[in-house]
């Protein structure tokens, strides 16, 4: 490759992004040195928490840079190698994404073995996001036998895998996602109450409808009313793994929420909040049972998959939108 396209940041957004926000270049590759490889991506992943690293503020990864190439995960294919260990035609995860290739050293790359499954899988199910779900249920929450478990955005990337990682654990799984279509797949994947919460005039009786006797773990995609019915929700001893709040991420003020956090005192609610980055150890045994749980067909998995470099930023935006069932992935031609 001689030359790649690469998405930037052109402006920093007041709530909600828009396309305005990125602006695509070509840029020239440079041949790799020594010890380096060249790649061509072949799937981009598009993610929630990129919105945090538009805001120039600190967090956990640094903000991007006005007028500088993007990041995020990537798939791609190594077209030349001058590094031991990589060959043409090797997979290659890295974080090098929202461009159509790029010149590195090796060493920031890893080696991808797809053990049958296809490859982008491990930008979806197989990957952080299956990882994310299993290491928030079992590590943070603690599930244990008899649990009733509520997930919220259930039908999104973490949450389809988070809902059927409690239901091949043997629990009672309550899942609340926006719309008809995404309720149909929840209850295909096996959830056994399913909220539409876009037509719910009220959550927190929806919830408590669907677990009379109440929840014991509530793990949080969404925050704001989601947090608040799963606090009137939960019984005495409930965990909560808070691993996202995407409600909250294009909210250009602080939301007023949770209206309800005291119930934490009285019902005894344990709450942690994490990283799949914490739990990076737990990949081996996860992608074990992943396998195993998906050869006994208790895991599936969707992927809503856009095409071209250039519909990036589109895929991005339609994460805030409900545009996505399962991992919205780019797919590059
Ligand atoms: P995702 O759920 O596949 O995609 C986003 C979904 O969120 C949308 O399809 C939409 O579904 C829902 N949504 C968007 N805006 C919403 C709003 N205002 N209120 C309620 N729902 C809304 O994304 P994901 O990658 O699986 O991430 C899910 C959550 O986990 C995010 O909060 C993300 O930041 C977090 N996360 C955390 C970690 C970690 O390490 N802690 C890792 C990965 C992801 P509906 O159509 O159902 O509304």
């Not at 949770?258 to 996860?286: C, D, S, W």
């Amino acid at each position: 490759m001689a030359t790649s396209r690469e998405y930037r940041l052109k402006s920093r957004p007041a709530g909600m992004p828009s396309a305005d926000n990125f602006e695509l270049a070509t840029v020239n590759l440079p041949e790799p040195g020594p010890g380096e490889v060249q790649v061509r991506n072949l799937w981009l992943s598009v993610d929630p928490y990129m919105r945090g690293r538009m805001n120039d503020e600190p967090s956990y990864l640094p903000p991007w840079q006005i007028g500088k190439v993007l990041d995020g995960g990537a798939l791609g294919e190594v077209t030349v190698s001058n590094a031991d260990g990589l060959r043409p035609g090797d997979l290659v995860n890295s974080f090098y994404g929202w461009r159509e290739g790029f010149t590195a050293p090796a060493a920031t790359v890893q080696k991808l073995d797809p053990k049958g499954l296809p490859p982008q899988t491990f930008l979806s199910a197989a990957g952080g996001t299956g990882l994310t779900a299993y290491a928030g249920l079992l590590e943070v929450a603690r599930l244990k036998d008899g649990d009733v478990v509520f997930v919220s955005g259930a039908a999104g990337a973490v949450g389809s895998m988070a809902c059927q990682i409690a239901k091949a654990k043997g629990h009672t799984v309550i899942g609340s996602a926006g719309g008809p279509e995404k309720v149909a797949f929840l209850k295909e994947i096996g959830v056994d109450h399913a909220v539409d919460y876009k037509a719910e005039p009220d959550l927190t009786a929806a919830v408590r409808r669907a677990a009379p006797d109440g929840i014991d773990v509530y793990f949080d995609n969404v925050g704001g009313d989601h947090l608040d019915a799963a606090l009137a929700a939960a019984r005495t001893g409930a965990r909560f793994a808070i691993c996202g709040m995407i409600s909250a991420y294009n909210e250009a003020q602080p939301a007023a929420g949770p209206r309800n956090l005291r119930m934490m005192m009285g019902k005894a609610i344990e709450m942690k909040g994490f990283l799949v980055t914490h739990y990076l150890g737990l990949q081996p045994a996860f992608l074990a049972d992943f396998i195993r749980w998906h050869a006994e067909g208790k895991l599936r998995w969707r992927e809503t998959v856009v095409q071209g470099i250039e519909r990036t930023p589109e895929a991005f935006l339609g994460l805030f939108r409900g545009d996505n069932t399962g991992k919205m992935l780019v797919k590059l031609n």
